[in-house]
């Protein structure tokens, strides 16, 4: 039973962490003057590689996230 328990934990840890990266992503985006694909062709190599890392992060996040519904929907 304790594992289950830490398995939940760690679940609603990674959905937490998708809310915060989605909302510190929209932020970001919204501050902008200009959209995400005049950004990226103004970017620099490491800001293109953080963004895709974000990309993959995000993409991550929410897989867990859609786990976390799912279960809560079975």
Do not use: E, Y
């Not at 934990?9 to 937490?16: H, K, P, Q, S």
């Not at 929209?26 to 103004?42: E, I, R």
């Not at 490491?46 to 976390?68: E, G, N, P, S, Y």
């Amino acid at each position: 039973m304790a594992g289950a328990g830490s398995v939940l934990t760690i679940t609603i840890i990674g959905a937490c962490a998708f809310l915060i990266l989605v909302a510190l992503n929209m932020v970001f985006f919204l501050n902008q003057d200009k959209g995400v694909l005049d950004w990226l062709k103004h970017a620099t190599s490491k800001q293109r590689i953080i963004a895709i890392i974000d990309v993959i992060m995000t993409f991550v996040c929410a897989l867990d996230f859609l786990h976390i519904l799912l279960l809560f929907l079975i």
